[in-house]
């Protein structure tokens, strides 16, 4: 456990301010990132630009929780489709047309928040695979809730109010609230993995009894981690369904939401800022522009296979992998420098569960 | 009234044995290897296309066809351990498992769509569609002699498990991998066996499921859930909590099903949170599951 606080501190000294070049490198992405309808006014791009912001945000939203705590949500889909018939309910209920109903995304938010509450205090009471299987469990009720339910428009699902607006620049509010959404869980990963409360999400990641035995209050650390991801999942949630204008239990609450998203951090690297943040610009519109081009199934069946590629080849993420290896370079000539942990014996085959029957 | 409920526990258990076979699959692979293979509902899928294959193309029946779908998941089972999951290993371990497996299923079920398309089939023999009167229940002859096949193969897997050297290698596996692989055990070995078993066992499963139920390549996710589900019940690992928890979950909804069916699933999946709660380790679960 030490190995990963220690790294954890001395980023921490290290991030005090952002290094010149990486500020520079930041703001540089920020510009392309907000200069991009301008550049490529068309539909279609601005279309994939959605999606992509779309999946930055939830794919950072994943991983503040899951990604510090090491605690696998496979159910952050309950938090996104609730975020999206909220707006909708509340929408059609209320008689909110036009531009208003932007006014009602923070009540997304408080949606994803509120249910994040009852589903943590429930969900994180277990660990590793009981865990996973909960929030697994979980999603498919809200699922069943969904089709079932007479509020939520059962299998159609709901329509979001029309927006007048040209089909040429239709995309471009939304690219720059998606761009707001994406920044923001950015910003927000970034200042909890440095601050005290990221640290303790990392000690309970790496050994929960011994940190709960120096002192962190776990339930309390991980609830509202969860709460936090719960809020902006459904706050996106929300903006996806008043991009698209529809909802449905199939779309919303979408199994293979679950998996891109964890997917995204996988290949970007678990637990980094900027690790969910590359996977999710990576694998989104590579896949929307699977699914645009192939028969959809093609599209799976090339997903799948390059996770299993992305496993074999970069277990550990791109961005840590790639990290090692730009500073092995950097290195290289220096004398070398010892490894501060002694390297840790190879687990077998099959990984010590039994070991905590000591 | 109470007819209908009787009928409603006959019918679960019959089920529910045959979800006991696919359940005692995915809980002896999550105690010898440490992963939750989400592959085992497209896996089931699987078995039942090719159930349906040898049906429809070389007229062998579905039990007959069993001898040759069974061994053929075992190898697809032993080829996907040690291609995939073997060369997994450090501190991600159990997630990055999970995902592999996700992303098999997620392959296998893009192939059976390309294959064989999205529309819903389901296996036909003369005795899917008739059914026989024992004590004043109809029985369908498929229900019965799934159910038969299921306690057939649980007693085999029983008997390979507590009578055999190979079983004894694999409960050393599951209560502790390093001594095991002190005292000589060659848990690598073990460890692709086991996956091949529980992969296999599906075939039958898968049989008996598409014989019983309309099915396309979608079908696995429902099947996953509600394996996921099972296994937990009984607690992770725990073979014995595996076939309880399966008679018990598939009557329970079977039960409700008669006066809410839309909502019978929900009721499946409520009883795991509840139990859950009351004991985090499943009725059967042993501790050391539930810590990290």
């Known amino acids: ?358 | 009234m109470a007819r209908e409920i009787y009928q409603a526990i006959v019918d679960g258990i019959l089920v529910g044995g045959v979800y006991a076979l696919m359940a005692v699959g995915l809980t002896l692979i999550f105690g010898v290897l440490d992963i939750i293979n989400i592959a085992q509902g497209v896996m089931v899928i699987l078995g039942a296309y090719l159930s349906y294959e040898l049906a429809a193309r070389l007229h062998i029946d579905l039990f007959l066809g069993l001898l040759v779908t069974v061994p053929a998941m075992f190898v697809i089972g032993v080829v996907i351990q040690w291609a995939f999951i073997r060369p997994l290993r450090g501190r991600e371990r159990t997630s990055m498992t999970l995902l592999v497996s996700y992303a098999v299923a997620l392959i296998i079920e893009g192939l059976l769509y390309e294959f064989f398309g999205a529309n819903s089939r389901q296996l036909n023999a003369s005795y899917v569609t008739s059914s026989v009167h024992v004590f004043g229940f109809y029985l369908s002859y498929i229900y019965l002699y799934g159910f038969v096949l299921a306690l057939v193969l649980v007693a085999a897997l029983f008997t390979l498990l507590y009578r055999t050297k190979f079983g004894r290698s694999v409960r050393a596996t599951m209560q502790d991998a390093t001594a095991a692989r002190l005292i000589g055990i060659n848990i690598s070995r073990v460890a692709a066996i086991t996956y091949g078993i529980g992969v296999a066992v599906t075939a039958a499963g898968g049989m008996v499921f598409g014989a019983t139920n309309a099915f396309n390549p979608n079908s696995g996710y429902d099947l996953i859930s509600r394996l996921l589900a099972i296994i937990v019940l009984g607690g992770l690992g725990s073979i014995g909590g595996a076939l309880a928890a399966s008679i018990f979950m598939i009557t329970l909804e079977s039960v409700v099903d008669i006066w809410q069916p839309t909502w019978a699933i929900v009721v499946f999946y409520a009883a795991l949170v509840l139990v859950l709660l009351i004991r985090p380790t499943g009725l059967f679960g042993r501790k050391a599951v539930r810590a990290q």
């Open chain 1, 1 to 358: 456990m030490s190995e990963d606080l220690i790294e954890g501190r001395s980023g921490l000294s290290r991030l005090r301010g952002l290094g010149g070049l990486q500020l520079a490198f930041v703001v540089a992405l920020l510009a392309v990132a907000v200069a991009f309808p301008v550049l490529f006014p068309s539909p279609v791009a601005t279309n994939y630009g959605v999606f992509a912001l779309i999946f930055v945000a939830v794919a950072s939203a994943w991983n503040l929780f899951s990604g510090f705590s090491g605690y696998i949500s496979l159910g952050n889909a309950v938090f996104f489709g609730s975020g999206a018939y909220a707006l909708g309910i509340a929408a059609r209920d209320w008689h909110v047309t036009g531009t208003a109903v932007f006014a009602l995304l923070p009540l997304s938010a408080a949606v994803g928040a509120l249910i994040a509450v009852p589903f943590g205090l429930i969900a994180l009471r277990v660990r590793r695979h009981t865990f996973i299987v909960i929030t697994i469990a979980v999603f498919f009720i809200f699922q069943l809730m969904a089709y079932n339910f007479s509020f939520t428009g059962g299998t159609t699902g709901l329509d979001a109010p029309f927006l007048p607006w040209a089909p040429q620049t239709y995309n471009n509010p939304f690219y720059y609230i998606a761009l707001g959404c994406a920044v923001g869980a950015i910003a927000l990963s970034w200042l909890i993995r440095r601050s005290r409360f990221g640290l303790q999400l990392r000690a309970i990641r790496d050994d929960e009894d011994r940190a709960r035995g120096l002192g962190v209050h776990a339930m309390r650390v991980k609830l509202s981690a969860f709460v936090v991801a719960g809020a902006v999942t459904g706050l996106v949630g929300g903006v996806w369904f008043f991009y698209l204008g529809q909802v449905e239990p199939s779309s919303g609450f979408d199994p293979l939401f679950d998996l891109s998203v964890v997917l995204m951090s996988f290949l970007g690297g678990l637990g980094t800022v900027s690790g969910p943040v590359l996977g999710a610009l990576i694998i989104e519109p590579g896949q929307l522009y699977l699914t645009a081009n192939t028969n959809g199934y093609i599209s799976e069946i090339l997903l799948g296979s390059l996770f299993l590629v992305a496993v074999l080849l970069v277990p550990r993420g791109i961005i840590p992998t790639g990290g090692e290896y730009i500073r092995r370079l950097t290195r290289r000539g220096r004398a070398a420098i010892p490894a501060a942990v002694p390297s840790v014996p190879q687990a077998p085959d099959t990984a010590p569960v039994q070991e905590a029957q000591r």
